[in-house]
């Protein structure tokens, strides 16, 4: 029997369909859901109401006709339909006992795996040296991890490719700043480093109009500085932040090593806050704009020879069929940007290490950036992998952080909200709810060490903050609303996470042996639990080809109010039947093994008491 009941029941709807309708092979759709009313069945199609209409027939009379030409009495109660041409399906117990014992037996919990071999490039967090982290890289970190997570979930060779901001003009201002200012590079702190990246902007500053577009276009610091740098009457700083950075580019050993001084000072900070997240990202996954240094050049000749690069003004563009907006490769001053190396790292992810899925977790001021992009690298062909497979190249253009007055969020003061304050906010709100629990005589945390405890609360505080990323939809704003996120109930990471705690202490309090029980399907609770479980491959799949986590948070919330509603009605250790209480601990058991696996997916950790 096959985890994936729902898709054999829709597969042989369809065909049903397509059959009553003289329409085989045209792929229509049955529309199958989960049903509103279990009473009804679980599933139900709605296909025969639109399928009715658009083929002149009887939508009742459509359905009565699918009905008889589908054959699914192996599996399920003979098919019914109701009102207006619904077709109702109530799968038999044995099926759904079958798949479940499927599922509990399968460490997998019937997560199919992915047969594609190539492996992924996730491009994520891409922070700039010098410069401190801010809520925007929070979430292209966090989704990022989150979506690799995902993939490596189903078997998939992921790459996280931390494109950090590490090469170019805006890196050798602050170098030349600093040096100009003398300051021990050892002993520097990122709080410096980023007063002299703020200094060298100020100092760079000029008034011109692209300039001024660019930023009411709010187009990213990255552009801002490459135009600002561009404006032919370039101050002396300027200058020499220039012939700085062709001294770098040049090898200049000196240089080299306080440039990577630099790094290693915006690094140490960023690993800091990125320990506290529980991300899987580290000094290994760093492949900055640096990487690409020497590959520039070779970039720009193969568009040029392919006939794709022309020149303009000095400069060479690529151009497109379907807009003005041409893309710059090079600057007549014969300097590489921003697009160059990201063209160049296209190439490295597709022809190198062989990816046929790139993803970018970048905000969505970079859209017009990728789409140039990719079109450009779909011209010279590396939409194609070298043993021939299509690349699909995604851009996940994720929407801004707000504070409570719907502006990007702020502190007081009015500067960017730096990261790791952020977290350890969400950390201290952790923890102090742990600790307000843990006083009551009940709790299962009472008496526990301080360190076990504050250990708790980060794993709550820092699951808040990931759950309430990942549950809205990518590419909206959302309201950093830390009392809503830390919240024991409602959609929030806590109220998942307390319900697996709550299972755990359920599941130790039994003093049987229930490991060889076998499931049953008693109360309508019981059966609602089992169904809501089966259907996290499906789910989890759906999640896969959207890059849509909120669907995962959005399921595992459904789950703990399925499993809410199933503790509320069946009693587990203080029902009579020994037979129904093992079954019933063995469901608890299940329930927490996938609401453990549905969070590790998300980067959120379980703690073992609450
Ligand atoms: N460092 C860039 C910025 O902060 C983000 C890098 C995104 N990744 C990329 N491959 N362009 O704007």
Redesign the pocket.
């Known amino acids: 029997m096959s985890l994936n009941i729902q898709s054999s029941v829709r597969d042989a709807l369809q065909n049903g369909f397509e059959e009553a309708l003289s329409l085989q092979g045209e792929g229509v759709d049955p529309l199958l859901r989960k049903s509103q009313n279990p009473e009804h069945g679980d599933y139900q199609s709605n296909g025969a109401m639109g399928l009715g209409k658009k083929h002149g027939m009887n939508p009742r009379e459509l359905a009565e006709k699918v009905i008889g030409l589908v054959d699914l009495s192996a599996i399920a109660h003979p098919l019914e339909v109701a009102g207006p041409g619904f077709i109702n399906i109530k799968l038999k117990d044995e099926t759904i006992l079958e798949m479940v014992r499927e599922m509990d037996a399968d460490s997998g919990l019937g997560i199919a795996q992915s047969e594609d071999a190539h492996p992924v490039a996730i491009?994520l967090c891409?922070?700039?040296v010098a410069k401190q982290l801010h809520v925007?890289?929070l979430r292209?970190t966090i989704i990022g991890d989150a979506l690799a997570r995902m993939f490596e979930r189903v078997g998939r060779k992921v790459y996280r490719?931390n494109?950090?901001?590490d090469w170019g003009l805006p890196i050798a201002m602050v170098l030349e700043r600093l040096i100009a200012s003398g300051v021990d590079l050892d002993s520097l702190s990122l709080d410096a480093l980023n007063d002299a990246y703020r200094d060298a902007q100020l100092g760079a500053r000029m008034d011109s109009r692209g300039l001024q577009r660019a930023k009411e276009r709010d187009a990213?610091?990255?552009r801002i500085i490459e135009l600002e740098t561009q404006n032919e009457s370039a101050s002396e700083a300027q200058q020499s932040a220039k012939d700085l950075l062709i001294a770098l580019q040049q090898g200049d050993a000196k240089l080299v090593g306080e440039w990577e001084k630099l790094i290693e000072c915006t690094m140490r900070s960023v690993f800091e806050s990125l320990g506290l997240l529980n991300v899987k990202i580290g000094p290994e996954h760093n492949r900055g704009e640096s990487f690409y240094r020497e590959h520039l050049g070779g970039i720009v000749d193969e568009f040029v020879s392919g006939g794709l690069a022309v020149e303009d003004g000095g400069a060479l563009v690529v151009r497109f069929d379907n807009r003005d907006r041409p893309m710059l490769i090079r600057k007549s001053d014969g300097g590489f940007l921003?697009a160059t190396?990201?063209l160049a790292?296209i190439k490295f992810r597709t022809q190198t290490l062989g990816a046929d899925q790139l993803i970018?977790v970048?905000?969505a001021r970079?859209r017009d950036?990728f789409k140039d992009l990719f079109d450009a690298a779909a011209l010279i062909g590396w939409d194609k992998t070298p043993d021939g497979a299509e690349v699909d190249m995604v851009h996940i253009p994720f929407g801004s952080v707000l504070g409570d007055d719907k502006k990007p969020l702020k502190t007081r003061s009015g500067s960017n909200v730096t990261l790791s304050s952020l977290l350890n906010e969400a950390i201290e709100r952790g923890v102090a709810e742990v600790l307000k629990r843990s006083s009551d005589e009940n709790a299962p945390t009472h008496g526990m060490d301080e360190a076990s405890l504050h250990t708790i609360g980060r794993q709550i505080g820092i699951g808040a903050i990931k759950y309430a990323d990942l549950s809205n939809d990518l590419v909206r704003d959302y309201v950093f609303d830390m009392d809503r996120m830390v919240a024991f109930e409602g959609n929030t990471g806590p109220y998942i996470q307390y319900a697996g705690a709550r299972i755990r202490s359920l599941i130790s309090k039994c003093e049987d042996d229930w490991s060889g029980a076998e499931f049953i399907l008693g109360e309508p609770e019981e059966r609602a639990l089992i169904m809501q479980l089966l259907q996290y491959n499906a789910v989890f799949q759906g999640m896969l080809n959207s890059l849509e986590p909120h669907r995962l948070c959005t399921w595992l919330y459904d789950l703990t109010e399925a499993f809410n509603a199933f503790y509320q009605a069946c009693p587990v250790l203080k029902v009579e039947d020994k037979e129904v209480k093992l079954s019933r601990v063995k469901l608890a058991h299940l329930t927490k093994r996938v609401i453990e696996d549905g969070l590790d997916v998300l980067g959120i950790e379980s703690p073992e008491h609450m």
């Open positions: 491009d891409g922070v700039n925007g890289h292209s490719e494109h950090l901001g990213g610091p990255h921003y190396t990201d790292a970018y970048v905000d970079q950036h």
